[in-house]
C-alpha cells in the first residue's frame, strides 16, 4: 500500500490546529484517573506527541484512542430499563477525529436509543466530498463534561472502564487484509435411510 505524504492529507490552519491542541488536556485527564494503567500513562504521553504534530505526516502513521465508558451491564442484559452506557471518546483513524459524547437507555418495550451530547468529526483526507469540519466544535464543552464524568455514575450506573490505545494504521491495515473470511457451514443430521425409504413406499 503506497504511503501518503503530508501533501495528501489536509494540514489544519492555525486556529483549528489550536483547537484541538484541547484535547491534550482530556488525554491528560483519562491518564490520571485511577483507572489507568501504567501502560495507559505511556501510551498518552505518544498520543499526546501525535496531536501536537498533527501538522506533519509522522501524525498519520499511527491510529488511536482515548475513551471513558460508564456501564450498568443489568439493564444493558435486558434486565430493567434506563441508561446502560455512558461514553465520552476521543478516536483518530482513516485521517480523521471522531469525538463523541454520548448515552444509551434501553425503554419498556426493549428498544435501545442513542443520545449524542457532543459529536464532532474533523476529516483529514485532501479529497472528500464531506464537510470538512461537521458536528460540535466546541472542544471545551466535550472536555468539562468529560472531566465530570463521575457525576454520571448511580448506583447501577458504576462500572467504570478506561481505553488509551495506540497502533500503526498499515500493518493494522495490512493484518486485516490477511484475514479470510471463515465459510458459513450448516450441520444437518439427517436419517438417509429413513428419507429414501419414504419414498420408496
Known amino acids: 500500500m503506497k504511503k501518503k505524504t503530508s501533501k495528501?492529507?489536509?494540514?489544519?490552519?492555525?486556529?483549528?490546529?489550536?483547537q484541538l491542541q484541547k484535547l491534550k488536556k482530556y488525554v491528560d485527564f483519562v491518564a490520571g484517573l485511577p483507572y489507568s494503567t501504567a501502560q495507559?500513562?505511556?501510551?498518552?504521553?505518544?498520543?499526546?506527541?501525535?496531536?501536537?504534530n498533527i501538522d506533519k505526516h509522522e501524525a498519520f502513521l499511527k491510529e488511536w484512542c482515548v475513551c471513558i465508558d460508564i456501564f450498568d451491564f443489568e439493564i444493558q442484559n435486558g434486565k430493567g430499563t434506563g441508561i446502560y452506557w455512558r461514553k465520552w471518546g476521543v478516536c483518530f483513524e482513516m485521517a480523521r477525529f471522531e469525538i463523541d459524547s454520548s448515552y444509551y437507555v434501553l425503554d419498556e418495550d426493549r428498544w435501545t436509543d442513542d443520545y449524542s451530547a457532543y459529536y464532532c468529526i474533523i476529516n483529514?483526507?485532501?479529497?472528500?466530498?464531506?464537510?470538512?469540519?461537521?458536528?460540535?466544535?466546541?472542544?471545551?464543552?466535550?472536555?468539562?463534561?468529560a472531566m465530570k464524568f463521575e457525576s454520571y455514575i448511580t448506583e447501577s450506573l458504576?462500572?467504570?472502564?478506561?481505553?488509551?490505545?495506540?497502533?500503526?494504521?498499515?500493518?493494522?491495515?495490512?493484518?486485516f487484509n490477511k484475514i479470510k473470511p471463515e465459510p458459513y457451514r450448516v450441520s444437518i443430521n439427517l436419517d438417509f435411510n429413513?428419507?429414501?425409504?419414504?419414498?420408496?413406499?
Do not use: C, M
Not at 8 to 18: A, F, K, L, V
Not at 40 to 52: D, G, M, N, V, Y
Open 158 to 175: 458504576n462500572e467504570i472502564k478506561v481505553e488509551i490505545d495506540i497502533w500503526n494504521r498499515d500493518k493494522k491495515q495490512s493484518e
Open 8 to 18: 495528501e492529507y489536509w494540514i489544519p490552519d492555525s486556529e483549528t490546529y489550536n
Open 40 to 52: 495507559h500513562k505511556t501510551k498518552a504521553e505518544e498520543i499526546k506527541l501525535l496531536i501536537e
Open 124 to 145: 483529514f483526507e485532501k479529497e472528500t466530498t464531506h464537510e470538512r469540519i461537521w458536528g460540535n466544535t466546541n472542544l471545551d464543552e466535550f472536555i468539562a463534561d
Open 194 to 201: 429413513k428419507i429414501i425409504g419414504k419414498y420408496l413406499k
